[in-house]
């Protein structure tokens, strides 16, 4: 069958839309059928669509094979999980090319077998508060800045420090700054090292210390360890005046805490369904071993389904979750809580402005 130069031309053009379209859309699995995802042909289709939408590119065709092979073995774990879940989802995000394994070692950075320090007394300052709010959310508050991206680099105990920190500034000022976690990861040396993990307390020991934190604009992030910038002591600061633990283990109590400011808190963030959650409220599974550093922002129920949950901003983007968000269960009748989330939270102080 002979194709006229219009004909050809109009055919040319309808392929090239049909193929934008499909790089274009808004990439899920939902709405494949069971066929799609057996045919090799449309799991390369998903797969260059996936590599469009979030910017990727490999050395060589090597290396792009070996990330097409995870990427295929994330999607039927992915699949097989939302048949099997109902109050959360999981989705292809942008670490659908990592195996679980490098993803650990990529984006979790807690040192969870440190003891606590003890730089202040152990008073919780809300441990009489009798009445709180059914729900409370920080970012309607204005008290929570943008999601960050912590990268290739385990600094998530300085995300979650900064976090807190941001919140009572804004709570007690008025005015939301946006801080520095290169500045916790260049300078705050003596116990926390830096991509390589540390933890939340010894962050706000620092940041007393130190006299402030610096702001991102003065001080912004490299997604890797630098030099200590001494010279820029003389840059406005955000100081604290201390911290406090939460009673640990005692749910009741981080939500006495949250109930008037954003905590710091570490969780167990190692599981696979973690890496792709999409949306819903996460209720596990996972143990209790803590690896990652966030900060609780809030916390409510869903309407739908009734289910308890706390507010947690994460460290990996706005891509990741909810916008960055992760809606963890609460009210679980385990002391230690989902992931491990009552274990260890703490809060910044802040006596003046």
């Known amino acids: ?30 709405g494949y059928s069971e066929d799609d995802l057996s045919s090799r042909d449309k799991l390369i289709e998903l797969f260059e669509s996936w590599m469009s939408k979030h910017g990727k590119s490999y050395a060589g065709f090597e290396e792009k094979l070996r990330r097409f092979e995870v990427f295929k073995d994330n999607l039927m774990h992915i699949d097989e999980t939302n048949k099997k879940t109902s109050s959360y989802w999981l989705g292809l995000n942008e670490f659908a ?3 679980h394994e ?17 730089d202040v007394s152990s008073t919780f300052k809300y441990q009489d508060v009798v009445d709180i709010p059914k729900s409370v959310d920080w970012r309607k508050n204005g ?8 990268g290739q680099c385990g600094s998530c105990w300085a995300f979650s420090t900064v976090a807190a920190v941001e919140g009572i500034n804004k709570i007690v000022t008025g005015n939301l700054t946006s801080l520095s976690e290169q500045e916790l990861i260049d300078c705050d040396k003596t116990f ?15 940041i007393v210390s130190n006299g402030g934190l ?11 360890e630098g030099t200590c910038e001494q010279k820029r ?7 604290i005046s201390g911290y406090e633990d939460v009673p640990k283990n005692n749910e009741e109590s981080l939500l006495k805490a949250l109930a008037h400011q954003p905590v710091s808190v570490a969780i167990e963030a190692s599981g696979r369904n973690f890496q792709f959650y999409s949306g819903g409220v996460f209720d596990g599974p996972c143990g209790s071993d803590l690896d990652h550093g ?10 739908s389904k009734g289910q308890d949950y706390i507010i947690v901003k994460n460290s990996w983007g706005p891509r990741w979750g909810e916008k960055g968000y992760i809606r963890m269960k609460r009210s679980t009748g385990k002391p230690q809580g989902l992931c491990g989330i009552n274990k260890m939270a703490s809060y910044p102080v802040k006596n003046n402005k």
């Open 233 to 239: 002591a003389e840059v406005d600061v955000v100081t």
């Open 294 to 303: 966030v900060a609780a922002i809030g916390y409510g129920s869903s309407s």
């Open 1 to 30: 069958m002979a194709f006229s130069p219009m004909k050809f031309s109009l055919l040319f053009l309808f392929v090239c839309l049909t193929a934008f379209s499909c790089l274009a859309r808004d990439f899920s699995i939902i």
């Open 102 to 118: 490098e993803f650990k070692e990529m984006y979790l950075g807690i040192k969870g077998g440190l003891p606590r320090r003890r």
């Open 143 to 150: 008290a929570v800045t943008n999601v960050k991206n912590q």
């Open 214 to 224: 610096h702001t991102e604009e003065d001080y912004p992030y490299l997604m890797e």
């Open 192 to 206: 926390n090292n830096g991509c390589n993990g540390g933890l939340m307390d010894y962050a706000f020991s620092f």
């Open 97 to 99: 090319d990592l195996s």
